[in-house]
């Protein structure tokens, strides 16, 4: 079950980026898709989570990014966005996306991440 | 918010050896968790599903066991390729959260 995440780079704080991740393999508009991230040196933290059309895709957010990151998603092209504003340099990470949960993230299947680099 | 506290940190094995690794939530979580495995490099990996259900195309070295507060992973005989972080994940409330993880290293 692929997911391929891209995206990151190298960005200064302030500014803005838009993380993709497509599916392929399974019927995407059927999942929920969460985001996570893991900071250098650091353990997993859940991000983001969109429910699937059929749960009403309502999205969550963690605490940290509230506000400042948004979660979507484009069932027609099988792809989630992570639309990511006012970055700090704390954001720098790898970032992970994956599928599954209907109430609350309960992933099955992740992507390889793709790197965040937040710095002036 | 539910904590989840992992140990050890980190260990050091032989290939064969019986490893385990414990989770604790700070408060109960019936059996809403997962064990994961991540590589440097490679998507990280579910290996445990509902505390003790083994995810599909993962070896039967690997268990899982515990419901409420305290949950476990073990690996029967430890094998070259398992030298990985492991990390518990609860997901019975939010925000879901994970444990501090355990790397496995070679002795």
């Known amino acids: 079950v692929p997911l391929v995440e891209s995206g990151g780079g190298l960005v200064q704080p302030g500014r803005s980026l838009r993380l993709s991740c497509i599916g392929s393999g399974f019927t995407f508009g059927d999942y929920a898709m969460s985001w996570f991230r893991q900071a250098p040196g650091k353990g997993l933290e859940w991000l983001a989570f969109i429910r699937s059309k059929a749960y009403g895709g309502t999205t969550e957010y963690a605490a940290s990014v509230k506000g400042r990151f948004t979660i979507s998603r484009d069932d027609s092209r099988s792809i989630a966005y992570l639309q990511m504003n006012s970055l700090k340099t704390e954001d720098t990470a790898l970032y992970f996306c994956?599928?599954?949960?209907?109430?609350?993230?309960?992933?099955?299947?992740w992507g390889q991440g793709t790197q965040v680099t937040v710095s002036s | 918010d539910i904590q989840m506290t992992q140990s050890p940190s980190s260990l050091s094995a032989s290939v064969g050896d019986r490893v385990t690794i414990t989770c604790r939530a700070s408060q109960g979580i019936r059996n809403d968790l997962g064990w994961y495995q991540l590589e440097p490099g490679k998507a990280p990996k579910r290996l445990i599903y509902e505390a003790s259900s083994l995810q599909i195309g993962v070896p039967s070295r690997f268990s899982g066991s515990g419901s409420g507060t305290e949950f476990t992973l073990t690996i029967s005989s430890l094998q070259p390729e398992d030298f990985a972080t492991y990390y518990c994940l609860q997901h019975n409330s939010y925000p879901p959260s994970f444990g501090g993880g355990t790397k496995v290293e070679i002795k």
């Open positions: 994956c599928r599954g949960g209907i109430r609350i993230p309960k992933p099955d299947y």
